[in-house]
């Protein structure tokens, strides 16, 4: 009787693992709780590899700076789910070149210090880090993970027959399995909840488009460069997320600004002062 209710079990889970695999329908087999232990693997595994993944070890105060007047204030918006559950936290890893900030299950957050530098204002950085922030509220990650793994991940874990998946996924996080590739939708979405945490702030709405404007303008987006290969690999469309982002702004009744702008909600002083001009 117990191997015909584990059996009945295995047929159930994988009969939903399939649906969600073939049909797309949402369902995220991960729980909240296990989103944090996920997102703390790879937090390890990184520390375990600083050549690929080297921690900021300059001016604490720029660190500093963001976390408590950037990220902090975004994270005070009532819209952003999980803060009962999810560590949200930042950190900067330090590679000049890399264009790319990037959220781990859990809501553990990083950001490169070569975004950092090609930034302009705390507006545009408030717009990256509160699409980032999104990725992890609305669990994109450990719901694309859901349907990559489907039957044979639930079936390891009902019958119990691999105790270290966690370790096992997290690893094939960070290498990229499951890791960085967002769907359009997923990037469609975490755009649309950046306008939506930024209108609770002191920051212009429409900061998430600042940096695609940017690379627009510096003849970046069609580049093959290694500055931008990764982030133009996981980050589609960049031009059309800059025409979707002004049409919230017009529907929402609210000024169409470009990353030029200066003035109220786009603070370029204070980002230059405070964290542009202490990067080397």
């Given at each position: ?7 009945m079990?295995?047929?159930t ?23 944090v232990k ?25 660190r ?11 994270l ?13 936290k930042i950190?900067?890893?330090d590679?000049?070149?890399e ?15 070569g ?6 204002s ?22 694309r993970?859901?349907a990559?793994y ?13 105790p ?9 996080l ?16 975490a ?7 930024l ?8 900061g ?32 059309d ?10 529907n929402a009744g ?10 109220e ?6 980002y ?9």
């Amino acid at each position: 009787m117990k191997h015909l209710r584990v059996y009945m079990l295995f047929i159930t889970v994988s009969v939903i693992a399939f649906t969600v695999y073939s049909c797309g329908t949402g369902i995220n087999l991960f729980s909240k709780s296990e989103d944090v232990k996920l997102g703390k693997e790879v937090v390890d595994q990184m520390a375990a590899n600083p050549k690929d993944y080297p921690p900021f070890k300059g001016d604490p105060s720029i660190r500093q700076y963001i976390d408590q007047r950037i990220f902090q204030h975004i994270l005070a918006s009532s819209k952003i789910s999980g803060k009962d559950v999810y560590q949200y936290k930042i950190e900067i890893l330090d590679k000049p070149d890399e264009l790319n900030a990037f959220a781990l299950p859990g809501g553990y957050l990083y950001v490169y210090t070569g975004l950092l530098k090609y930034l302009d204002s705390e507006a545009a950085l408030a717009g990256v880090l509160g699409h980032e922030i999104a990725h992890a509220a609305l669990r994109h990650a450990t719901n694309r993970m859901t349907a990559y793994y489907g039957v044979s991940m639930l079936a390891s874990l009902v019958l119990g027959e691999n105790p270290s998946q966690v370790e096992e996924i997290a690893a094939n996080l960070l290498t990229g399995v499951a890791f960085l590739a967002n769907s359009r939708t997923d990037e469609n979405q975490a755009d649309e909840y950046s306008f939506k945490y930024l209108q609770d702030t002191r920051y212009y709405p429409g900061g998430v488009k600042f940096f695609f404007e940017k690379m627009r303008d510096d003849k970046l987006v069609s580049s093959k460069s290694d500055k931008i290969a990764t982030f133009l690999s996981t980050h589609p469309d960049p031009i059309d997320r800059i025409g979707t982002t002004n049409t919230r702004l017009k529907n929402a009744g609210i000024p169409v600004k470009d990353y030029k702008a200066a003035g109220e909600g786009i603070y370029k002083d204070e980002y230059q002062a405070n964290i542009k001009s202490k990067l080397k």
